[in-house]
C-alpha cells in the first residue's frame, strides 16, 4: 500500500478516534430514550462530607438508587465568577474552602476524575453565553461532600459548572435548559445550595436540636415546595417579590441559584419529590428536590 493511502485510511478510521478524545466521548454519550434525573441537593456544613447522618445516607441512597451516570456535573453554590466557566482538568483538586473545622475534614480528598472532553462538548451547547474552560479551580465543598458519598469509589469523572454572579435570576434558569441533552446521555447533573441560608441569623446553640426552624424559614420554605410542586417556576426566578419570608432567607442568592438550575431542566413530563426535608439552626434548610 501507497504510504499516501495509508495515511488518508488512518485519518479516516482509528488513528483520528485515538487522536480526538472528544470523538470518542460523544461516541459514549449517545442519546438514549432514558433521561437521568436532576437534583438539588441542601448541602448544609461542610461536616455532612464526613459524618454518618440522616443527610449523608440519604445522598449515599440516591447514589445507588439513580442509574449509574457516565458524569456528574455539579452547579455548587461555592464557586461564583465573572462569566460562565466550567472545569476542564484531568485531575479537579479537592478544595477545602472553609474554616475552623476538624483537621480530618481537611484531610478529606475526592480523587475523582474529570473530562476535558465533556467540558468542551457542554461549553458548546450552551450558546447563550461563552463558557470558559477553567483549569485552576477543582471540585469545592458543594461537590464533594456530597458525591463522595453518593459514588465514594470516586469512579465516576465530576466536573463543576459555575454561576455568573453578575447575571440575574432569570439568565440562569434559562442557560440551564441549554444542558437538556446531557440528561439523556447519561450526565447526572445537580445543584447543590440551600433553599433557605441565613448564616447570620443561625442559633448556633441548637444545631443539635432537631428540625428547629424560626417560623418565617418553615413558611418560606413550604411556600418554596408549593411553587416547585405546582410548576411556578416564574414565582422562584421573581423570589424577591415573594412575601418577607424570602428575604430573610436568601440574603444574598448563592445558594438559591443552583436552585433554579435544576428547576430550568425540569420537564413536563417529570416528576418532582423531596427529601432531607429538615430544618437546622433555625435559620437554614436542608430541603432537596429530584426531579425526574
Known amino acids: 500500500m501507497k504510504r499516501s493511502n495509508f495515511i488518508k485510511l488512518a485519518i479516516g478510521g482509528t488513528t483520528m478516534m485515538a487522536l480526538n478524545p472528544l470523538y470518542n466521548w460523544s461516541k459514549d454519550l449517545k442519546t438514549t430514550d432514558t433521561k437521568l434525573p436532576v437534583l438539588f441537593i441542601g448541602h448544609g456544613s461542610p461536616m455532612n462530607g464526613i459524618e454518618d447522618n440522616e443527610f449523608s445516607r440519604t445522598w449515599t441512597k440516591y447514589g445507588k438508587e439513580i442509574p449509574r451516570p457516565k458524569a456528574v456535573l455539579v452547579v455548587s453554590a461555592h464557586w461564583l ?10 485531575n479537579p483538586k479537592t478544595i477545602h474552602d472553609f474554616g475552623g473545622f476538624p483537621q480530618a475534614l481537611f484531610d478529606v480528598q475526592y480523587p475523582a476524575k ?8 457542554t461549553s458548546k451547547l450552551i450558546t447563550s453565553t461563552q463558557v470558559e474552560l477553567d483549569h485552576d479551580w ?24 459555575s454561576i455568573d454572579y453578575t447575571k440575574p435570576p432569570q439568565y440562569h434558569y434559562d442557560l440551564a435548559k441549554e444542558l437538556a441533552s446531557l440528561r439523556k446521555k447519561g450526565v447526572l447533573i445537580i445543584g447543590s445550595g440551600n433553599m433557605v441560608h441565613n448564616l447570620r441569623m443561625v442559633a448556633w446553640d441548637k444545631l443539635n436540636e432537631p428540625e ?26 421573581a423570589y424577591e417579590k415573594l412575601d418577607s419570608a424570602a428575604k430573610l432567607a436568601i440574603p ?13 431542566l425540569q420537564d413536563k413530563t417529570d416528576s418532582v419529590s423531596f427529601f432531607n426535608d ?15
Not at 465568577?81 to 484531568?90: D, K, L, P, R, V
Not at 474529570?114 to 462538548?121: I, R, V, Y
Not at 477543582?138 to 459548572?161: E, F, K, S
Not at 426552624?213 to 426566578?237: C, M, P, R
Request: glycine share 10%.
Open 138 to 161: 477543582g471540585l469545592d465543598h458543594g461537590t464533594w461532600t456530597v458525591v463522595r458519598h453518593m459514588y465514594p469509589n470516586a469512579d465516576i469523572p465530576v466536573l463543576q459548572l
Open 278 to 292: 429538615k430544618a437546622v439552626g433555625g435559620s437554614l434548610t436542608m430541603t432537596s428536590v429530584k426531579i425526574g
Open 81 to 90: 465568577t465573572n462569566g460562565t466557566h466550567i472545569t476542564a482538568m484531568e
Open 212 to 237: 428547629f426552624g424560626y417560623d418565617w424559614a418553615h413558611e418560606i420554605n413550604q411556600v418554596f415546595k408549593d411553587k416547585i410542586t405546582f410548576g411556578d417556576a416564574q414565582s422562584l426566578i
Open 114 to 121: 474529570g473530562s476535558p472532553e465533556l467540558a468542551q462538548e
Open 252 to 264: 444574598t442568592p448563592d445558594h438559591y441559584y443552583p436552585l433554579l438550575y435544576t428547576l430550568g
